[in-house]
Each structure stands twice: as C-alpha cells, then as structure tokens.
T-cell receptor
Framework: AQKITQTQPGMFVQEKEAVTLDCTYD???????LFWYKQPSSGEMIFLIY??????QNATEGRYSLNFQKARKSANLVISASQLGDSAMYFC????????????FGAGTRLFVKA | ETGVTQTPRHLVMGMTNKKSLKCEQHLGHNAMYWYKQSAKKPLELMFV???????ENNSVPSRFSPECPNSSHLFLHLHTLQPEDSALYLC????????????????FGPGTRLLVL
C-alpha cells in the first residue's frame, strides 16, 4: 500500500508568492516523523524540514513551514516568498518508529518558479 | 569536506565492467544508506548499515555488493550490471539514538549518476 501520496506532479508559482505542496500519508504507528526534501537538477537531496508525530506545533525553518494536520494525515509544505532558486523536485517522506531504518518517499512534486 | 560526499559524480560502464561507488560522511553519524533513484519511480532503499553492520538488504540483486569498512565510509561494488540499473545512486547518513524518542533525519550526498551500456 502506498504510504506517501503527493498528488501534484507539477506546480507553477510566481516569484515572491507563497506555494503549498501537498502530502498525505498513511500509517498505524503512533510515533513517526515526516520530512520534506528538495532535489535540484544537480541531484542532491537537500533536507528542508522535519515534523514529529507528537510535536504540538507546526515546524518552521526560514521560508519553509509544514502544515501538519494529524487527523487528516496530511503534511503539506508551504514555501513563502518563492525564489527562482526554489525551482526543483520536492519529496515528502515518512519514517515510522517501528519501521526500522526505512524512510518512505513520495513520488515528488516538480515546482517551477516563474519570474 | 562537509556533509556527505560521493565519488564519482558520473559513471558510464559496460555490462561486463566492475566499478565501485564511494560515499564518505563527515557528520559523525553511525548509520549509512544506499538508495536508488530511477526515472519516474520513488526513491528505493537498497542497503542500510548501522554501526558498520548491514541491517537491511531490500531484495537487491547480488550484482550490487555493499561494503562498510568503518562508520564514515560506504562503498557499493558493481559488477555485471544491466541497462536497467542505470539510475542516480544516493548515499545518506543519520545519527541513530537508541530510545531518543524521535525518528532521525537522513542527510544525503550529491549522488552518482550511473549509465550502463
């Protein structure tokens, strides 16, 4: 069963505007972590932000914030004030506490920032 | 060097060649990973080493052979590969804390783009 779903294969956003990238997940483990990674065309997978299942507040890291809705099992990434350098693939990922070392990745969303 | 480094960045090899991919982490982490990223497929975990012991091997063909001589270095030895093995191979590391109460973040290297002819 697919555990991470990213329904937007591609997204466009105007420079300086905010954009939300969707992610839903499925798990029966009460303890898990959710991650977002950015992958530019160079290939490197860059860690952006982490949200723990027991965290009371939504995670924020600079222009990145994670809209965590636990009951709906969604963990959307919000990028504020988009920049041209934000154009990349974005992957949502989950690691379950009982899942050992395995991190499961979604199919990704390609973001295009327009000047 | 900082973070996770991988060499070579690009590799072209024939099906009868033997080559090795190298990964080095400078983060003091105790776990290292190999992932395969093919076009239009999610990232696939291949191998995991924790404290230099292999702890996961996700049904990877034997033509891929990992080696972890110490906690900072990880190799992927390649032999008799097939064209469908062409992909981006990513190395990652994490600091696993027993009973830490949170799942740990994996930090990735830049990857090796492999083309098998």
């Amino acid at each position: 069963a697919q555990k991470i779903t990213q329904t937007q294969p591609g997204m466009f956003v105007q420079e300086k505007e905010a954009v939300t990238l969707d992610c839903t997940y499925d798990t029966s483990d009460p303890s898990y972590g959710l991650f977002w990674y950015k992958q530019p065309s160079s290939g490197e997978m860059i860690f952006l932000i982490y949200q723990g299942s027991y965290d009371q507040q939504n995670a924020t890291e600079g222009r990145y914030s994670l809209n965590f809705q636990k009951a709906r099992k969604s963990a959307n990434l919000v990028i504020s004030a988009s920049q041209l350098g934000d154009s990349a693939m974005y992957f949502c990922a989950m690691r379950e506490d009982t899942g050992g070392f395995k991190t499961i990745f979604g199919a990704g969303t390609r973001l295009f920032v327009k000047a | 060097e900082t973070g996770v480094t991988q060499t070579p960045r690009h590799l072209v090899m024939g099906m009868t060649n033997k080559k090795s991919l190298k990964c080095e982490q400078h983060l003091g982490h105790n776990a290292m990973y190999w992932y395969k990223q093919s076009a239009k497929k999610p990232l696939e975990l291949m191998f995991v080493y924790s404290l230099e012991e292999r702890v996961e091997n996700n049904s990877v063909p034997s033509r891929f052979s990992p080696e972890c001589p110490n906690s900072s270095h990880l190799f992927l030895h390649l032999h008799t590969l097939q064209p469908e093995d062409s992909a981006l191979y990513l190395c990652a590391s994490s600091q696993e804390v027993s009973g830490g109460g949170r799942v740990e973040t994996q930090y990735f290297g830049p990857g090796t783009r492999l083309l098998v002819l």
